[in-house]
């Protein structure tokens, strides 16, 4: 019965080792994807961009964005979400829509259920949208049940 505890006791011990080990790269990613979009912040202060919300200042930004994108291919979530912002202001669902498929591609956790049904309700397709919320809503209301 002892050597079953060890075995059970070694098992959780390793589980909890990969929870750490993967916690830890984890911390790391959000500490650069943090740092990268202070770097960006930066490039916009530097090319003298100061956001007053405007229809210009939105395609101004892309521009920047884009610019700042190309300049670091590192793929980082928070610039490309701030980018997919900006086109959903810009009402270009489609580009939108594209580039959340990156995002999602690249780190199926920042995939956003509000972000997808914001473009398929920009680009009319109003059902799709209220799918998706609902789909949102009962998977929610599922788990709140359970627990």
Same mark, same amino acid.
Request: charged share 35%.
């Given at each position: 019965?002892?050597?079953?505890?060890?075995?059970?006791?070694? !098992?959780?011990?390793?589980?909890? &080792?990969?929870?750490?080990?993967?916690?830890?790269?984890?911390?790391?990613?959000?500490?650069? %994807?943090?740092? !990268?979009?202070? @770097?960006?912040?930066?490039?916009? !202060? /530097?090319?003298?961009?100061?956001?007053?919300? %405007? %229809?210009?200042?939105?395609?101004? @930004?892309?521009?920047?964005?884009?610019?700042?994108? @190309?300049? &670091?291919? #590192?793929? &980082?979530?928070?610039? /490309? *979400?701030?980018?997919?912002?900006?086109? *959903?202001?810009?009402?270009?669902? #489609?580009?939108? /829509?594209? $580039?959340?498929?990156?995002? +999602?591609?690249? $780190?199926?956790?920042?995939?956003? +259920?509000?972000?997808?049904?914001?473009?398929?309700?920009?680009? &009319?397709?109003?059902?799709?949208?209220?799918?998706?919320?609902?789909? !949102?809503?009962?998977?929610?209301?599922?788990? +709140?049940? *359970? %627990?």
């Amino acid at each position: 019965m002892f050597f079953l505890s060890l075995i059970t006791a070694d !098992k959780e011990l390793e589980k909890i &080792n990969k929870d750490y080990k993967k916690t830890c790269k984890q911390i790391k990613y959000d500490e650069k %994807t943090y740092d !990268k979009f202070e @770097e960006y912040m930066d490039f916009l !202060k /530097l090319n003298n961009f100061k956001n007053k919300y %405007t %229809t210009e200042d939105y395609i101004k @930004e892309l521009e920047l964005c884009n610019k700042f994108l @190309e300049k &670091n291919p #590192d793929f &980082n979530d928070l610039i /490309l *979400i701030h980018k997919i912002s900006l086109l *959903i202001e810009l009402k270009k669902y #489609d580009e939108a /829509l594209k $580039n959340y498929k990156i995002l +999602v591609n690249k $780190n199926p956790e920042k995939s956003s +259920v509000h972000i997808l049904a914001e473009c398929y309700a920009g680009l &009319n397709d109003k059902e799709k949208a209220f799918e998706l919320i609902n789909q !949102k809503y009962e998977k929610e209301k599922k788990t +709140v049940l *359970i %627990t």
